[in-house]
Nanobody, 123 residues
Framework: QVQLVESGGGLVQAGGSLRLSCAAS????????LAWFRQAPGKEREFVAA????????NYADSVKGRFTISRDNAKNTLYLEIFALNSEDTAVYYC????????????????WGQGIQVTVSS
């Protein structure tokens, strides 16, 4: 089992950048594929990015390619999401998620979730 805690959110000006972190408990962090999802006000939660066990494989939603970078540090049990050129459409609650072994873009495939962290982009 793994517990996930996000940090690094807040209020950011449009055009700025932000790095979200997701700290995981447990000694088997490297056996979990990880992902970020987000839920904007009034919208369904959506896939943002996923990363494989070693950090080599990465997959991004088309809407964030080129502006978002997912990474992980298995020695620190931490997942990251760097966001560049923030705009109002990035305002959302961001969630990290984990599942054993293989990545997925589907929420239902992830067994473990963080509580979510708010990112608000001001214009």
């Amino acid at each position: 089992q793994v517990q996930l805690v996000e940090s690094g959110g807040g209020l950011v000006q449009a055009g700025g950048s932000l790095r979200l972190s997701c700290a995981a408990s447990g000694r088997t962090f490297s056996t979990y594929a990880l992902a970020w999802f987000r839920q904007a006000p009034g919208k369904e939660r959506e896939f943002v990015a996923a990363i494989g066990l070693t950090g080599v494989y990465k997959n991004y939603a088309d809407s964030v390619k080129g502006r978002f970078t997912i990474s992980r540090d298995n020695a620190k049990n931490t997942l990251y999401l760097e966001i560049f050129a923030l705009n109002s459409e990035d305002t959302a609650v961001y969630y990290c998620a984990a599942r054993l072994l293989a990545t997925s873009t589907l929420q239902r495939d992830y067994n473990y979730w963080g509580q979510g962290i708010q990112v608000t982009v001001s214009s």
